[in-house]
């Protein structure tokens, strides 16, 4: 199976920040859309960024201005720089890899946030 490893989750309190990490083989890396979701208990899992081969990004709207996603192409990382957190970002964040109807997910890291 693919691995795609993520760390860096953890607790903090709102307004904090967290970084998160996701490493993925260079074979995957080289040319899937890289992102991350999340899934907070009893909802589904949604789409908090993407990042392509290039450099490309999209948000999703509630997170625009707080997270930054990246990729370090040669070290086959990418990163979400979470910053003013919210109690509502909680969740188990999934890094993922996407290309065409090809899909690899991490096994989830779990951010806390709370006062």
């Known amino acids: 199976q693919v691995q795609l490893v993520e760390s860096g989750g953890g607790l903090v309190q709102p307004g904090g920040s967290l970084r998160l990490s996701c490493a993925a083989p260079?074979?995957?890396?080289?040319?899937?859309?890289m992102g991350w979701y999340r899934q907070a208990p009893g909802k589904q899992r949604e789409l908090v960024a993407r990042?392509?081969?290039?450099?490309?990004?999209n948000y999703e709207d509630s997170v625009k201005g707080r997270f930054t996603i990246s990729r370090d192409n040669a070290k086959n990382m990418v990163h979400l720089q979470m910053n003013s957190l919210k109690p509502e970002d909680t969740a188990v964040y999934y890094c993922?890899?996407?290309?065409?109807?090809?899909?690899?997910w991490g096994q989830g890291t779990q951010v806390t946030v709370s006062s």
């Open positions: 993922s890899a996407e290309w065409g109807a090809s899909n690899y």
């Open positions: 260079g074979s995957i890396f080289s040319i899937y859309v």
């Open positions: 990042i392509t081969r290039g450099g490309s990004t």
